[in-house]
């Protein structure tokens, strides 16, 4: 690149950075006092330790950083690999339109939540040790999972460069990088179907101290499954909002295509849950564990699976059936609701059941954990209000022939 | 876990990343399973409770000394309480026992940490490597007995557990509680020679002894064993931990990976393959029609 490009480049960046759409907006002015307090919260955090600032315990190790943010957040990027590896590799261009902005949220939220990650470790100046080589616990899972995530990360970013690349019209690096697409979408699937249910190995070794109703040698593939509902209905949702917040950028495409996407992607939930509830069923039954369900650990089991998963499947299935797309959304929400409780459940509220105290995390945790999402939405929020990712390619895009297309 | 190591060592030759770690990862299988460990016998019924393990331990290790107002009650280890030594049993029959690490034999804090900075030595003890922890404390969350600790008052945060003295073994010595208690209730040695004491004294005594050696079997075998009067669960050890060395829990899913890893794309490249195809035939159908 010459120079005179690469100034022009940077005027549009600097032109590009200013905020578009209105500054002072409930959503905004709460965001920044969140994070201005949780900016105070961290400096405590790496000035005075972790624990000036979380309720963790020598006994409960995570707080919620870890086990909301990164164990239950990465269930809700599940998407990303669902939505391409139905349109790229079983070529359904119905979902076409909700790739894009699918992979950014993925995406962001892999760098959030890896982020969130970084909060948490004691000593993340030593984070690099795993990477580069120095100290590989290849038996660990953790690792395995860093990995995976590092990985998954690039391939992301591989599906997302041509967003960005129409966006700045660089036209050879958009060529490029959709040459590597399909490999960076096989890649990133195998990938997320192993730290999806790597998230849940990490608690293989806690046999002892988690619930028998919640542990199983099968929380690998039930945090897979899981993954695959839980990830659509956060589209389901996202998709919704979308429509609303992003209305005048919007291709007439997307939003043509809303509904008859989401009341698919709700049929989809409906079977992926359906098939999640008949796995718990096995392992409950290979669990033999008849004799926790009538104690309060059984009830609250039972308000897990009956009120968040066997629900929000028949819900799906009417909302499908009779075509009503708030019938879905409402599904979409509760199933929603059942992850969270699924992956708190396991990693918090059941995790050391036998000491019967309520856990709750410290209020600085929490908001913490919030600010992390906002500015997640945030980001969002600025890379789709410019880049392509709801409205149309620019018109030098379809130009060319045979690769129209493309995402 | 020789077995997932290697097996994982594939694994990461498939992801491509370029990792050389072959070398030292095979010396250290092979070297591990000829050795025999060493370990600790603690026999509940000689112990007086004195606490001269407790003070002996802060000493060697350069943890703030003990208190007499910590007292002896049902206590746990801590980030600065390597060892403590708990009162169970009744008033007129007290029952004194000292808890620490468990040095297990496959040790789960060792197999959950992704830098290794939890590590099984090849004379037993299960040290902590500052330069290479990162403060996960996957550890915690995987030792069944709950040992290490975190310091998370520090902005340098380390990881606290008992080391068995592993700087002494070194140097020939024994650990510093064993060599200072006051009731011959410890005893240091090989793994196997100390499982034959153990079971000589309950043959030898069989009315003063509990019959079963806690640590020989459970979770896969620990270097530290005791011996006690009454049922273990009386003294808070649990019973219920199995007999499964902890690392197989994860064995299933670190053996999927690979298999993963290669069949997955395989299947979808053929999928996306199956799909272009049938796009093809569809269009020349419509083609053919119009
Ligand atoms: S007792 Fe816990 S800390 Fe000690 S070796 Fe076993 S798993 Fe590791
Ligand atoms: S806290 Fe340190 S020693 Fe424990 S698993 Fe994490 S890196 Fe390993």
């Known amino acids: 690149m010459d120079n005179t490009r690469e100034t022009s480049f940077l005027k549009f960046f600097l032109q590009e950075l200013k905020p578009k759409g209105k500054i002072i907006t409930p959503f905004n002015v709460i965001t920044v006092i969140i994070v201005i307090i949780s900016a105070v919260i961290l400096f405590f955090r790496f000035t005075k330790g972790l624990g000036s600032v979380m309720d963790a315990s020598q006994t409960r190790p995570w707080g919620l950083w870890i086990n909301f943010n990164v164990i239950t957040g990465v269930a809700f990027a599940g998407g990303a690999y669902v939505v391409t590896f139905m349109v790229y590799i079983l070529g359904l261009e119905k979902y076409r339109p909700i790739v894009r902005p699918t992979v950014l949220y993925g995406l962001l939220a892999y760098m959030f939540y890896a982020g969130a990650l970084l909060l948490d470790l004691g000593r993340p100046w030593k984070v690099i040790n795993p990477i580069i080589g120095n100290s590989f616990g290849l038996s660990s899972v953790l690792f395995l999972v860093a990995w995976h995530f590092i990985l998954y990360m690039i391939a992301e970013v591989i599906e997302f460069v041509p967003t960005i690349a129409e966006w700045a019209k660089w036209k050879r690096l958009r060529k490029i990088f959709l040459s590597l697409n399909l490999a960076a979408v096989i890649f990133g699937i195998a990938l997320s179907t192993l730290h999806q249910s790597g998230l849940g190995s990490l608690f293989l070794m806690a046999k002892a101290k988690i619930h028998p109703l919640w542990y199983s040698e099968f929380i690998p593939i039930l945090f897979f499954v899981s993954s695959i509902f839980a990830g659509l209905s956060l589209v389901i949702v996202s998709e919704s909002i979308s429509q609303k917040v992003f209305k005048n950028i919007m291709s007439t495409l997307h939003v043509k295509s809303h509904k008859n996407i989401i009341i698919s992607l709700g049929k989809i939930c409906a079977i992926a849950l359906f098939v999640y509830f008949s796995l718990t069923i096995l392992v409950f039954i290979h669990g033999k564990n008849y004799s926790y369900l009538n104690t309060p650990w059984g009830y609250w089991y039972l308000v897990e699976i009956i009120g968040f998963v066997v629900t929000p499947c028949m819900v799906f299935l009417f909302g499908f059936r009779l075509n009503n797309i708030r019938l879905v959304r409402i599904a979409a929400i509760m199933s929603i609701i059942g992850i969270i409780l699924n992956r708190m459940n396991i990693s918090t509220i059941a995790y050391q059941w036998y000491e019967n105290s309520l856990h709750f995390p410290s209020w600085m945790e929490l908001i913490v954990s919030i600010a992390v999402i906002l500015v997640q939405i945030m980001v969002f929020r600025w890379i789709a209000r410019r880049m392509p990712v709801f409205n149309e390619s620019p018109a030098w895009v379809k130009v060319k022939k045979g690769i129209k297309l493309v995402a | ?290």
């Open chain 2, 1 to 290: 876990m020789s077995l997932v190591r290697r097996d994982f060592l594939k694994t990461l030759g498939l992801i491509g990343a370029s990792l050389t770690v072959g070398k030292s990862l095979g010396a250290t299988t092979k070297k591990k399973n000829k050795t025999e460990f060493y370990g600790v016998l603690i026999d509940t019924t000689r112990c007086v409770g004195c606490r001269a393990c407790e003070w002996s331990c802060a000493e060697a290790n350069g943890l703030p000394e003990p208190t007499e107002d910590e007292g002896v009650k049902i206590r746990k280890t801590s980030v600065s309480r390597w060892t403590a030594v708990s009162e169970y049993g009744t008033e007129d029959n007290p029952i004194y026992v000292k808890k620490q690490c468990m040095q297990c034999m496959q040790p789960a804090c060792a197999s959950a940490c992704l830098t290794k900075a939890m590590n099984k030595t090849d004379e037993g003890p299960i040290v902590w490597r500052e330069d290479k922890c990162m403060g996960c404390r996957s550890c915690m969350i995987s030792c069944p007995f709950d040992v290490p600790k975190f310091e998370y008052d520090s902005p340098n945060p380390k990881i606290q557990k008992c080391q068995m003295c592993f700087e002494r073994l070194e140097e020939g010595g024994v650990p510093a509680c064993v060599e200072n208690c006051g009731g011959d209730a410890l005893l240091f040695g090989k793994r196997k020679d100390l499982l034959e004491v153990a079971r000589s004294r309950i043959y030898n005594n069989p009315d003063d002894y509990y019959h079963h050696v806690y640590g020989e079997h459970e979770v896969g075998g620990t270097g530290v064993l005791y011996l006690s009067s009454v049922p273990f669960e009386q003294l808070g050890f649990r019973e219920d931990l199995g007999t499964t060395a902890y690392p197989e829990y994860n064995k299933n899913f670190l053996y999927s990976v690979p298999v993963v890893l290669i069949l997955w794309p395989v299947f979808l490249l053929g999928l996306n393959n199956s799909t272009k195809e049938n796009k093809k035939l569809n269009e020349k159908k419509t083609d053919n029609h119009g």
